[in-house]
């Protein structure tokens, strides 16, 4: 079987990219703009034609489609998240009709629900920024690309090698720096008020390779999440107590960011585990110490860019 995985320099992609390179009987290609790349895609300014043109030589059995933006303008995010994967779909329907495509989008693209709630794959998209905005038009054009496409709506990613754009992987480097030079400092964090639904990356990078190798039609749109709401708090916690930090973490008074308008985020994950035979096998707990282990070092790269390249995202509060 020939996959190609687009992005596989990032963050959900690289993870994506080692569990589908251990499938049996599996040829793993790689697209993107890194000159490691089989092949160089890059789907926020490729047209169409030259997409299809890099699909032939790729004769793909499968493509996953791990590329997006987190931040910046909204012309960028734009360009990234929907125009992208619109693009990848018109190049696969004339060069690679029959093969699947597995495209990542977010549970941002829901917006608010309702406190205690578990959000299913039928309710309401409603974003309340440009991020979930766009990835939500991406969305949108996977599922209507009369494609053998699905879309994997994925919460809060959290595990080894977390990008410095979000809070776990922000405070990871925090904390590495505290432990290592003042053992008893201050960390000063956003507000930590609101539920997220946290997911182990590499939990969603097993849902991916059974979406890719499931026989049959699945369904346009399915959720990955843990299926739990916890406190923010908790992950902030939970990666204190890892690192053995004995300092004071002091968290501001007033929300910021996404978390005014999104305080609640829990993902409905039955269809998942019926359409796929998959359910979540790591707990917060074992997601916060497999990072710690990982990135808890003092950091050797600048700050502000993660291991796919740049962070884009915002310094709030919210881990997305």
């Excluded at 793909?60 to 791990?66: E, K, L, R, Y």
């Excluded at 923010?232 to 300092?247: C, E, K, M, Q």
């Excluded at 998942?272 to 707990?283: I, K, V, Y």
Aim: hydrophobic share 40%.
């Amino acid at each position: 079987m020939r996959i190609l995985v687009l992005g596989s320099t990032g963050y959900l992609g690289g993870h994506i990219a080692e569990r589908l390179h251990a499938l049996p009987d599996v040829r793993l290609l790689h697209g993107g703009r890194a000159p490691s790349d089989d092949l160089r895609i890059d789907l926020a300014r490729m047209s169409p034609a030259a997409l299809a043109e890099q699909l032939t030589r790729a004769e793909p059995d499968a493509v996953v489609n791990c590329v997006g933006a987190v931040g910046g303008s909204t012309l960028a995010l734009a360009e990234v998240n929907s125009r992208g994967p619109a693009a990848l779909c018109e190049a696969m329907r004339a060069a690679a009709p029959a093969a699947r495509l597995v495209h990542i989008g977010s549970a941002a693209e829901y917006g608010p629900t309702g406190i205690g709630e578990r959000t299913t794959e039928e309710a309401a998209a409603r974003p309340v920024a440009p991020y979930g905005a766009t990835k939500l038009a991406g969305t949108l054009a996977v599922l209507d690309a009369e494609l053998d496409a699905l879309v994997l709506r994925v919460t809060n990613p959290v595990g080894p090698r977390a990008p410095r754009a979000g809070l776990p992987g922000r405070l990871t480097a925090e904390l590495g720096r505290a432990v290592a030079r003042t053992p008893h400092a201050t960390v000063r964090v956003g507000d930590l008020s609101a539920y997220r639904d946290f997911v182990d990356v590499r939990d969603v990078a097993h849902a991916v390779a059974l979406a890719v190798t499931s026989p049959g039609r699945l369904p346009g749109l399915l959720n990955i999440g843990s299926g739990r709401g916890v406190p923010v708090r908790d992950l902030v916690h939970g990666l204190v107590r890892a690192a053995g930090f004995t300092g004071r973490v002091e968290e501001s008074l007033g929300k910021v960011g996404r978390s005014v308008a999104v305080p609640w985020q829990c993902a409905d994950i039955g269809a998942a585990t019926r359409e796929l035979g998959w359910t979540p096998e790591h707990s917060l707990r074992d997601s916060v110490t497999a990072l710690w282990a990982a990135d808890g070092a003092p950091p050797s790269r600048p700050e502000g860019t993660g291991p796919g390249g740049p962070c884009l995202a915002p310094a709030g509060g919210d881990p997305r």
